[in-house]
């Protein structure tokens, strides 16, 4: 059984250059586990900030889960994440270095359906230039399959 993604960030694929990723836990209330398994959740305009020796997920929208009574969320809060001291350090310094960011890439549940992870993206900014670029390679590729698809 494959994991289940509940969202991916394609923004973020077109905006900047993942040089790495990895795997963080992400700390969630009740309500907002059970909005994320309905899939009302959205990292377009996310981001990762460490802050106090910690990471935190900012501006991702988890939608308010109605049957949760008074007990509600705030749908943008900050959400820690969790990962290894020696991971927080690393990702901190090299945010610190110019030009790079976190960027959530995706969210998704494991295989055995339990645990909610968001893969981050060490990314570096694309210039307009190289955003077109990609767009021109993107679709040369595209017209190379379609002409060996007609050839068979």
Do not use: C
């Not at 994320?36 to 996310?46: D, F, H, L, N, P």
């Not at 889960?65 to 007990?71: H, P, Q, R």
């Not at 990314?123 to 021109?136: H, N």
Request: proline content about 3%; glycine content about 4%.
């Amino acid at each position: 059984m494959a994991e289940r993604v509940v969202t991916l960030n394609r923004k973020a694929y077109h905006d900047y250059f993942i040089d790495e990723s990895l795997e963080a836990g992400i700390s969630l209330t009740g309500s907002e586990i059970k909005s994320v398994r309905a899939g009302k959740v959205s990292v377009r305009e996310a981001y990762v900030k460490p802050q106090d020796h910690e990471l935190w997920l900012w501006n991702a929208h988890i939608a308010p889960y109605e049957a949760a009574s008074f007990f509600q969320h705030e749908p943008r809060r900050p959400r820690r994440l969790l990962l290894h001291r020696d991971q927080i350090s690393y990702l901190t310094s090299k945010v610190k270095e110019k030009g790079y960011t976190l960027v959530p890439l995706k969210l998704y549940f494991k295989e055995r359906g339990n645990y909610l992870k968001v893969e981050i993206g060490l990314a570096r900014g694309k210039k307009l230039y190289d955003k077109r670029e990609s767009i021109a390679k993107r679709d040369a590729e595209r017209e190379m399959d379609r002409a060996a698809y007609r050839r068979r």
